[in-house]
């Protein structure tokens, strides 16, 4: 079964704790995303990664980082958490070729109080 | 800049009526574009998707989106909406095949009443 896999769906932190979150894909896709999306605002690419230690920035990555050490794995940190990072979070994967190919996690909802 | 533009952020049918989502995208070229759905407390799912040829696009569940490059438009269409395409409806571009991130809209709630 092709799937995206999010982990934790919730999450509760207070502001200045570290947070990560997990995402893993089973489906060998070399490229993977990670979105917040907020009210009125869509998703915003706070981070792409075309493979293996191959990380880009997105629209908007101050207050996060990524790590990516194998394909199918890739971690969202955000090292002492603001209050402003509450969102909910998507991570997505698509094949290197056919990047129309994305396939969504279920997100992961996270309030920094 | 390359931007999607959706207009309506709520719209509310009656079960059974027609329904049209409007999106209207910036770019000097012919982009990639593309209509997902989110589901209650899901990720996106992929609906249609337009590369080229026929501006009309047929997608799951009887949606379908017409391009046209004279508007920069890609509205989203259904004959006969059902309680079940209530949904956040969401307008994607990409200016490459492969390898980019998608811009995304910010979303249309569709509401479908009994």
């Known amino acids: 079964d092709m799937k995206v896999t999010q982990m934790p769906r919730y999450l509760i932190k207070r502001m200045g704790e570290n947070v990560l979150l997990e995402c893993g894909q089973d489906?060998?896709?070399?490229?993977m995303y990670w979105y917040r999306q907020d009210p009125g605002l869509g998703l915003q690419l706070i981070y792409i990664?075309?493979?293996?230690?191959?990380?880009s920035e997105g629209d908007i990555p101050k207050g996060y980082r990524v790590s990516r050490k194998k394909r199918e794995h890739f971690s969202l940190i955000l090292d002492s958490a603001k209050t402003n990072q509450t969102s909910v979070y998507f991570c997505?994967?698509?094949?290197?070729?056919?990047?129309?190919?994305?396939?969504f996690g279920s997100g992961t909802r996270l309030l920094v109080i | 800049a390359q931007s999607v533009t959706q207009p309506d952020a709520r719209v509310t049918v009656s079960e059974g009526a027609s329904l049209q989502l409007r999106c209207k995208y910036s770019?000097?070229?012919?982009?990639?574009l593309f209509w997902y759905v989110q589901y209650p407390r899901q990720g996106l799912q992929l609906l249609l998707k337009?590369?080229?040829?026929?501006?009309v696009v047929q997608g799951v569940n009887s949606f379908e989106a017409e391009f046209s490059k004279s508007n920069s438009s890609f509205h989203l269409q259904k004959a006969s909406v059902h309680w079940s395409d209530s949904a956040v409806y969401f307008c994607?571009?990409?200016?490459?095949?492969?390898?980019?991130?998608?811009?995304f809209g910010t979303g249309t709630t569709v509401s479908v009443s009994p």
């Open positions: 770019y000097s070229a012919t982009p990639y």
């Open positions: 994607a571009l990409s200016l490459y095949q492969g390898g980019r991130a998608l811009i």
């Open positions: 997505a994967s698509s094949p290197l070729w056919a990047n129309s190919d994305y396939t």
């Open positions: 489906m060998s896709h070399e490229t």
């Open positions: 337009y590369y080229s040829g026929d501006p």
């Open positions: 990664s075309y493979d293996v230690d191959s990380n």
